[in-house]
Nanobody, 123 residues
Framework: QVQLVESGGGLVQAGGSLRLSCAAS????????MGWFRQAPGKEREFVAA????????YYADSVKGRFLISRDNAKNTAYLQMNSLKPEDTAVYFC????????????????WGQGTQVTVSS
């Protein structure tokens, strides 16, 4: 079965950086676009970034554009989210997901989800 395992979350001070990883198994990873979403307490899950199957196209939420970088290594079946200049409002559980087709920005376009990794940014 498809499994997605996120790692790399943690506690960081404002202005710091973290790199999240999403290791995928049980699917032909290089055939699928991948996305990152986040969910803060009491809020809905929101789109963060997405990357096409080849890595040639990337998409970002306005709130993270210029600070976050999504990438992938198809040889390692892994997607990444490099997060720089972190702000307290970036605090959330971050999820990676497999895009099943459809608009990258909508959670309903994704079939499989990881369990999430907590990112906490202190001020």
């Amino acid at each position: 079965q498809v499994q997605l395992v996120e790692s790399g979350g943690g506690l960081v001070q404002a202005g710091g950086s973290l790199r999240l990883s999403c290791a995928a198994s049980g699917l032909t990873f290089s055939s699928y676009a991948m996305g990152w979403f986040r969910q803060a307490p009491g809020k809905e899950r929101e789109f963060v970034a997405a990357i096409s199957w080849s890595g040639g196209s990337t998409y970002y939420a306005d709130s993270v554009k210029g600070r976050f970088l999504i990438s992938r290594d198809n040889a390692k079946n892994t997607a990444y989210l490099q997060m720089n200049s972190l702000k307290p409002e970036d605090t959330a559980v971050y999820f990676c997901a497999v895009n099943a087709g459809g608009a990258y920005y909508f959670a309903t376009s994704y079939d499989y989800w990881g369990q999430g990794t907590q990112v906490t940014v202190s001020s």
